[in-house]
Nanobody
Framework: QVQLVESGGGLVQPGGSLRLSCAASGIILDYYAIGWFRRAPGKEREEVSCISVSGDSANYVDSVKGRFTISRDNAKNTVYLQMDSLKPEDTAVYSC????????????????WGQGTQVTVSS
């Protein structure tokens, strides 16, 4: 059974940082591009970032460029999203997804999804 489990969410003040983790079981992430998504209350799901299998290519939505960094440790079967300079508008449930593809591009289809972790940015 394939599972993607996100962790690392929480409450943080504006300007703060969080690091989200996406741990996989039932699949070997070496073969999967990974995307991070978020859904804010009352808004549609938005793809925030994605990373290729090798980790040498990543893409970001404009609103997080320069603040978020995606990375992966295939030996640990885990992908991370480092979020710095957080803003209240970053508040959302963040989910990861896996696509059996070497490359990543924002908007691609994904095969497996995690349940998500809540990130709240508030003073």
């Amino acid at each position: 059974q394939v599972q993607l489990v996100e962790s690392g969410g929480g409450l943080v003040q504006p300007g703060g940082s969080l690091r989200l983790s996406c741990a996989a079981s039932g699949i070997i992430l070496d073969y999967y591009a990974i995307g991070w998504f978020r859904r804010a209350p009352g808004k549609e799901r938005e793809e925030v970032s994605c990373i290729s299998v090798s980790g040498d290519s990543a893409n970001y939505v404009d609103s997080v460029k320069g603040r978020f960094t995606i990375s992966r440790d295939n030996a640990k079967n885990t992908v991370y999203l480092q979020m710095d300079s957080l803003k209240p508008e970053d508040t959302a449930v963040y989910s990861c997804a896996a696509d059996l593809s070497f490359r990543c591009a924002l908007g691609q289809e994904y095969d497996y999804w995690g349940q998500g972790t809540q990130v709240t940015v508030s003073s």
